[in-house]
């Protein structure tokens, strides 16, 4: 016999085991060895899911540290010039960008080039050390870069002009040789079928004869964004980890409040019901999608709104309506909503720091940080003060005319710029369409600032894009006719 | 050398002291480690700041190692002179001291998720690095519970010193009990680092949320206390002690 086991021998018969002490000896270790491992292997289960995240959220971090901050960013408010403005950014992250076109001694358009390369960069970083399961799902939100570089080429083609390749993000599968193959084609049947193969080309052909009927470019856009929008969101939505149901509460706010976006801005273009029901997304995650299309109905933008009163986004909207009353414009609005999504998507990011959200976090906290840098440059150019470029930052848009959202000022102050932005509704009206090309040669500015300056008419709600193509609003009217008996005068 | 049952049993509890803890810190430093490398690798300069959250992990490691070599000295094991009359009773206190400081130091999982998120603090702004430290401190109380209750086992049950009292083989049972209680409630650690990673980045975000997130992780604690106390009351109430 073993030395000690009488002990355990009388341990063995207490639990009844005098005749085979043996198996009480078996039963203990098996139990002992159960437990451990019903104990251990959850954990490891969840040191495995959680682990990736936890280096990702440090990694997150160390790189948020390089944001430029607000000193640099008064800095380069502060600067006078365009290459001073670069030049005060080479200490900082963007320095290798901004060597590469001061170096060549270019200019404003190389700059827009090199920080668009600069944010495909920031994404290819993410993806690189993202988990699988994290960069399935980010890969297919950065679609939407994709779907923007296609829009770009659809409208050129649609208006029979040349896209204009510095003016892409390309972010995505389609890489700028790719895309200059795009942007060559000369007709939507050719473009088709450059991109035969792809899911892009699939999504066009179904409504390429649509499109040939109608000539209606919405047709072959919207057509896009509801591919992107529904690949996206079933992705999210089947059955994700922990670690990714985040990304369903963020892309459902996206999408929601991109359907508000568009209403609101349809709405004040006294757009019909039918053709924006035509561009909601059909998606819902805080607002079901039938009472987004009942929204279509609405009278007028108020009502829009009260009809969303009982949603986050109501609350923090219906607070500006007497501030669009005084200005009359949208941007307010869009403006807050823009805020409102930041700012839950890091609320989210602080709640659960392992899981995707930090990451989405920081991508689109840097995609912001990067347009403000464009628009300073921008600036910078045109010689705005620093004032002036805080107030456009603030706005979302580089205007040339920030008095034009006070109807006020345009009578008091009718300078150069608002003669340019009158001559160029004329011409967009003239043109009947988004031809850049046009208005380019016309008025001697470069393409990025006529499409620039467009889109802020549009955003202005001066003019509005129909079937036939742009369309002066009532508002629109009133700043052309203001501008000609200016002139007359 | 003779080498009897109880001898053999205090050795396995020794073994499972060092060896589950270092599961823990293993996994643990690995976490903070790794998270120490990917911010170095944005900002070499941090590497100090990495080493200080990388060592937390580590010390449960450490009260395993303390644990176990008491143990081996209890029972003579470490100077080839094994002790004569080693009852069952300690070999099982041996046992219990084991999986009370084995199975409390996988907190230190918990702790490696804090000290990551800590590290990415820090670099993200050096002035947090004390609110850091101070989360990422609290799953090591978990480990210390389990760290005490194991030298209370050792202690009276006379593996140690000579506090040890004569009482009956089936104490020996209770003994493991009380170090189960503790060392799974230790577990509770891994929860705590979890909220405490949350509140360094919320409180590096918004310092003023300081408190309110010391209290959300500090709640973890509670599992833990009861588990000590109710070692405690096993000890008591067997007459190990008192």
Redo the contacts between chains.
Sequence with gaps: MVNGIEDYLTIAEVFGFAEHPQIFFTLVLILATLSFIIIIIPIIRFVMDVAPYSLLNAKIRAMEAKYIGKPKFNQLLESDSLIEAMVNLGDTEYGKYTEEVLADSKGLLDAEIVFNQCLKDVYDKILHFSPEDAKRMIFTWTKRWEIKNLKKILRAIHAGVSPDISTMIPIGELDVPQLESLADSRSMEELISKLEGTEYGEVLKDFLTDYEEKKFLLILESALDRYYYFKTWSLVASGITDELKMFKVFFGIWIDIENIKTLLRLKSENVSPEEIKNLLIPIGYNIMPEILLSLAEAYNIEEVISGIEGTPYGRIISELLPEYEEIGSIIPFERKLDEFLLETELAISLRQPFSISPLVNYLLQRENEINDIKTVLKCKEEGYTSEQTQKLIEFGVAVPVIELFEPEAIRTRLDIDLGEMGRLITMSIHYGSKDTEGIESTTGLPRHRVEERLRVLRLMGLVIETEKGLKLTRKGESIVKLIKRVEEE | M??????ALAAVGAGLAMGIAA?GSG?GV??TG???A??I???PE?FGVTIVFSALPQTQAIYGLLTAILILLGTGLITKAPREG???LM?MASLGAGIAVG?AG?SA?GQ??AA??G???T???PEVFGKGMVFSVLPETQAIYGLLTAILLLVFAGIIGTMGKAVS??V??ATIGAGASVG?AG?SG?GQG?TA??GI??A??EPATMGKSIVLAVMSETFAIFGLLIALLIMYGTGLFG
Excluded: Q, R, W, Y
């Excluded at chain 2, 003779?2 to 001898?7: A, I, K, S």
């Design positions: 003779p080498l009897d049952v109880n001898l599961v996994i690995g976490i790794a998270a120490g990917t911010v690798s944005e900002s941090k080693f009852s069952a070999a199975m996988l999982i490696g998720i990551a998120s590290i990415g603090a670099s993200e702004n083989t089936m020996g049972l799974l577990l891994i979890i990673a949350s980045g919320a590096a975000k």
